[in-house]
């Protein structure tokens, strides 16, 4: 059999073949000419084997992908490399449908022949990607509202905290400066919370630094000193970052109404985040009070505040943010998500 022949007798394989495939194939020569497309392929476009041929198929591609299509098939011609890319294709009926193109290079004794290629219809999915984006764009506006209105409410109660300390009798102005201060840092949590950049998905190191930053500038700036540490990627859900939050804004609270005004506070945050298992976080808090005669008194509410925030989010809470006995919260892992 002759070389013509048996290049023949491929081809002709090759069509019977791809004709009886449940899927839209496709075939190019050297030049990304189309020289064969499937049956599969005829019936979804409703045009003849003749019509697609060479070109003449990019007729049903839609106007907006049609630059980007060419641009990466050229791009992977020249390179003789595969290639994949998603366009819409004019059904028989006139709908625009997308498709996932799958393309490999033919090469035989190092003779590059063309591309062979495989198309699926991923309409479907495509569309409940345009609502998950839609549905996260409506969230994100809902949840700005949300921390504007938790912001201006926590204004006020700051204010109106102030305004009753002033007239309270001195030995209980120190309590309302403490609650005034804790009403700061919880907004300070919100903003943090709000500013993350995945709020479904919070990065627990950058957001407990950058929160570590804010409350270190709230009161007695200069002298709060926060570092965070720690190995492996921790990826937490809202309420637990808020639930962190809160238990740290509260340590460092609990150390500056422990110390002099003079004294810097210093707080150590180590995170472990190894693989398909609990996230811990340990805290410790380095309290040494110089002490001063005349300071007021401040309850200490701050052991019962963050087992509160713990239950809240499911944290197991354990110790006392001391040297001796640091405070363990070992967090619950993430809850599944439904598929939509």
Known sequence: ??????????????????????????????????????????EFTGRTL????????????????????????????????????????RRHDGVYRWLLDTARPLVEEGR????????????????????????LAEKEALLAEVYHRVRNNLQVMVSLIGLYGRAAPDACRGSFEAL????????????????????????LRDYLRRLASGLGQLRRAGRIGVQVNGGGNGLVEPRTANALGMIVAEIVAECLDATAETVACSIAIGIEAPPDAPITVTVISNVSDVGEPNRPTVPKLGPRLIAAYAAQAEILASGEATPANPLTLELPLPRATEAP
């Open 112 to 135: 590059f022949l063309g591309y062979l290629g495989s198309c699926f219809d991923i309409t479907d999915r495509k569309h409940a990607e345009e609502h998950i984006e839609h549905a």
């Open 180 to 203: 005034g201060q804790r009403v700061r840092a919880i907004a300070l949590v919100q903003q943090h919370l709000h500013e993350a950049p995945h709020i479904a998905s919070i990065d």
């Open 1 to 42: 059999m002759s070389d013509d022949a048996g290049a023949a007798a491929l081809s002709d394989s090759f069509r019977r073949f791809a004709d009886v495939v449940p899927l839209m194939l496709w075939r190019s020569d050297q030049y990304g000419q189309a020289v064969h497309h499937n049956e599969c392929w005829l």
């Open 50 to 89: 003749e019509d697609e041929l060479g070109r003449g198929w990019r007729e049903g591609l839609h106007p907006e992908d049609f630059e980007r299509h060419a641009r990466i098939v050229e791009t992977a011609l020249a390179a003789r490399e595969p290639f994949t890319v998603e366009f819409r294709l």
